[in-house]
């Protein structure tokens, strides 16, 4: 199947300061990716979808100042945390999709906030 | 929006017996349901999913069935094996998924 690379996987930053998530679709183009937030033992929150070349579609309760999106190429989606604080600690996982049919997930990213 | 709701939230079988989890939905105009395998701090990995058009899909010990009408899916894994413990999700949608909020099966061997 398609592959979606994440990076970094794991992430510990100080409160206050940024954290920029990447997701690349490495052998297909993904006009569309989806970013979503995963707390421990609970399901998968979309957040937002991004958009190759226009602005990101976020989810109700989403702060899109918070959480920058960028889909800059057919390959690359990122999310940014801006001002990072310990509540924003969490599981971070972006898919992408091929062709209207399955999601291809990347292998998340696990931010800590301390 | 689409809702999904998941039952039962834990599930804990003896290994070679069969595991059952349910979901519903509301947006009737869904028409994809995957299921995904999540082992702790890993990514979800599909695991077989079915179209509306269908109503059962099988892959191997595998199986999934769909009612549109009453528009309720459910996994079905016979002859489970200690390395079919992991967390399970149901979801509706291609790419902008709604997930259900997952079973803890655990099988004892």
């Not at chain 1, 969490?90 to 898919?95: E, H, K, L, N, R």
């Amino acid at each position: 199947g398609a592959v979606v690379s994440q990076h970094p996987s794991r992430v510990i930053c100080k409160s206050g300061t940024s954290v920029k998530i990447e997701c690349r679709s490495l052998d297909f183009q993904a006009t569309t990716m989806f970013w979503y937030r995963q707390f421990p033992k609970k399901s998968l929150m979309l957040m937002a979808t991004s958009n190759e070349g226009s602005k990101a579609t976020y989810e109700q309760g989403v702060e899109k100042d918070k959480f920058l999106i960028n889909h800059a190429s057919l390959t690359l989606s990122t999310l940014t945390v801006t001002s990072a604080h310990p509540e924003d600690s969490s599981f971070y996982i972006c898919s992408a999709e091929q062709g209207g049919t399955e999601a291809f997930f990347g292998q998340g990213t696990r931010l800590t906030v301390v | 929006g689409e809702n999904v709701e998941q039952h039962p939230s834990t599930l804990s079988v003896q290994e070679g017996d069969s595991a059952v989890i349910k979901c519903t939905y509301s947006d009737s105009a869904s028409n994809y349901f995957p299921w995904y395998k999540q082992e702790l701090g890993k990514r979800p990995q599909l695991i077989i999913d079915i179209r509306s058009n269908v109503g059962e899909k099988k892959d191997q010990r595998i199986a999934v069935t769909l009612n549109k009408t009453a528009k309720h899916f459910s996994l079905h894994i016979t002859e489970t094996q200690p390395e079919d413990s992991a967390v399970y999700f149901c979801a509706a949608g291609a790419g902008k998924s709604t997930f259900g909020d997952g079973t803890t099966l655990t099988v004892k061997p």
